[in-house]
């Protein structure tokens, strides 16, 4: 996590409210963005980014630094209650119960943070165009519309564990071409799978 | 790994990019979380996979956000306690409380537990749509992830859960291979010693199969699985499903 979102953190924890308006300085556009993708209307989107920001508010004393960044935990909100919208007109959700999973969940360590600083949405775009459409779908299904990997196979009329194995093909790609990867011995092998399977 | 972990090491490493992702349901979430902060193993790809997930968000554009939205959100956070603040920290608990523990039918026998946990998770509707099936497959994975101890049992004949709750052992597995009529599915407990025990059994192989055990898994080391044709003393033949126990 970078220094600053730590001590940001911190802040927040100690009930400053101006760090939390910090935060939302330095990644309410990219929450924005992604709050958008997922539910489609710029007002609901705001509305989501609005509550994430709440819950990074109320629920910061529970963050772990530890476990993942201040960045990460952020747009994971950010995406589960876009998710939770999209999905409440057919099951009903507890917003609540997603929170407490986000708070567990393990995320990006410091060597993701440096590659999301380092690196432009060109390059991330570029890294995410080289991938079959069959995977860049296959993610883009999971993360931007919420579905499991069950729901994206059932869609793209593959079994459960061909749609699982194209999310770990093309996070594999986004791995090794931006370089981020701290498990460096993996690296290769999966590229060379990847390479195998897509050709 | 953690014995009490729902999910083994394999199971977590295969989901990861899923998981990654947000693409797994609420319960295995839940186990891959607790998976990858107790296990000794450093699923090191694994940990890989799941960051890279974390990069899509930054592949959009950033939107900047309305004025308003930023004066709506301080005047939010202004009238809103911190739960720290309101509330004593108390320790998460990562599984809720079902709605229904089935571990809780205690003495019922095998054939009538069985039925009841199917009717009350509802799957005498399996097969009915893809969606309803994907509603029960998370009831059936959230009973898992309640459990105490739980075992993924693997092999040519399928796949599923064995668990254990309280007083209670449970067989779950999703779409066994069909046998013939005077066939069935005989389920074991295997002692260090080599001890055998049959703890069941499974006639419907249609959709999820649901068996109270006779016997807790304490003690044993392995839990199998073997087609018969009669009820017998011990395994007639090799195990078409299998889970190390403890491991």
Known sequence: ?199 | MTPSLALDCAAVDELAPAYGLGAVDPAEERSISLHLQTCAEPHADARDLIDAASLLAHTLEPVVPSAALRDRLMATVQSTAQDHRTTPRRAYVPAPEPQRRWWSMGALPSAVAAAALAAAIGLGAWGASAQAQLAEREEVLRAVASADVAYRVSGDAGDGWVLQSGSQAMFIADELDELPTDRHYALWLIQADGTTTRTGAVTETDGVAVVALEDLLTGSVRFTVTIEEHVVEAPSGEPVLTAQLGA
């Open chain 1, 1 to 199: 996590m970078r220094v600053d979102d730590a001590r940001l953190a911190d802040r927040i924890r100690s009930g400053e409210t101006q760090a939390l308006g910090e935060l939302y300085d330095r990644y309410g556009a990219t929450a924005l963005a992604t709050a958008l993708r997922v539910v489609g209307s710029r007002e609901e989107a705001e509305d989501v980014v609005h509550d994430a920001f709440v819950t990074m508010w109320r629920k910061m004393d529970r963050f772990d630094a530890q476990r993942g960044s201040l960045r990460a935990w952020l747009m994971t909100v950010v995406r589960n209650r876009g998710i939770d919208r999209v999905r409440a007109r057919r099951s009903t959700v507890d917003v609540e119960e997603a929170d407490e999973r986000s708070l567990l969940r393990t995320g990006p360590n410091p060597t993701w943070d440096a590659v999301v600083t380092r690196t432009s949405i060109s390059d991330l775009r570029a890294a995410l165009a080289t991938l079959p459409d069959e995977q860049r779908r296959s993610v883009e299904l999971a993360y931007f519309e919420g579905y499991t990997y069950r729901e994206v196979a059932t869609l793209t009329g593959v079994p459960a564990g061909t749609a699982n194995g194209r999310m770990r093909l093309a996070l594999a790609k986004l791995r090794d071409a931006l370089g981020g990867s701290s498990a460096a011995s993996h690296v290769g092998q999966d590229a060379t799978l990847s390479k195998k399977v897509t050709s």
